[in-house]
């Protein structure tokens, strides 16, 4: 057998479907994935789960209660899920969704200019991390002497992201 480590790498086209998140309260969770980031519920499964997406996709976010109803978010200093993060196709979509997120009273609990991309970060109503960002074009990612890869974790403006946002 092959060793997996020396096989050809994943197909380029890859990409990560969906998340599906435990939640404490459904209502609650789909109040902020629909209400403040403006996701849109497909389908639900009366009280115990529901599907929401942008686009009309089947579901780019899967939610349920089914192990978790009135549950508490995992302690500090346990594994599980860092934050699933939601990509915006441009500058003026990430910085309309940090208007939404300001206007809902969401603290943020960081943002960064990572030369490739520029993100928000934040959580949602149960604890999870939830990354808000959008990639730079790869012809303007930062890169060393070498040609490598050279990512950076330097202040986002916020108020230049702002002022960037759509007017939708």
Same mark, same amino acid.
């Given at each position: 057998?092959?060793? *997996? ?17 435990? %939640?404490?309260? @459904? ?13 849109? %519920? #497909? #389908?639900?499964?009366?009280? #115990? ?66 030369? %490739? ?7 949602? *109503?149960?604890?999870?991390? %939830?990354? @808000?960002?959008?990639?730079? *074009? ?22 230049? @992201?702002?002022?960037?946002?759509? #007017?939708?």
């Amino acid at each position: 057998m092959t060793d *997996p480590m020396h096989r050809a790498p994943i197909h380029p086209d890859t990409r990560v479907g969906h998340v599906h998140l435990k %939640v404490s309260d @459904l209502d609650r969770a789909i109040g902020f994935y629909a209400g403040v980031l403006g996701f849109e %519920v #497909q #389908q639900r499964y009366g009280r #115990q789960a529901a599907f929401l997406s942008a686009g009309g996709y089947h579901h780019h976010i899967g939610l349920n209660t089914w192990e978790s109803r009135d549950g508490m978010p995992p302690a500090p200093g346990t594994t599980g899920l860092y934050h699933a993060a939601f990509l915006y196709p441009d500058r003026a979509s990430l910085g309309n969704a940090l208007a939404r997120v300001i206007a809902a009273g969401i603290a943020l609990e960081g943002a960064a200019d990572h030369g %490739v991309s520029e993100a928000l970060y934040l959580r949602d *109503p149960d604890g999870n991390g %939830v990354e @808000l960002y959008r990639d730079r *074009p790869p012809a303007e990612w930062p890169r060393d002497e070498r040609g490598n890869l050279a990512m950076v974790n330097a202040p986002l403006d916020l108020q230049a @992201l702002l002022d960037d946002a759509s #007017q939708d």
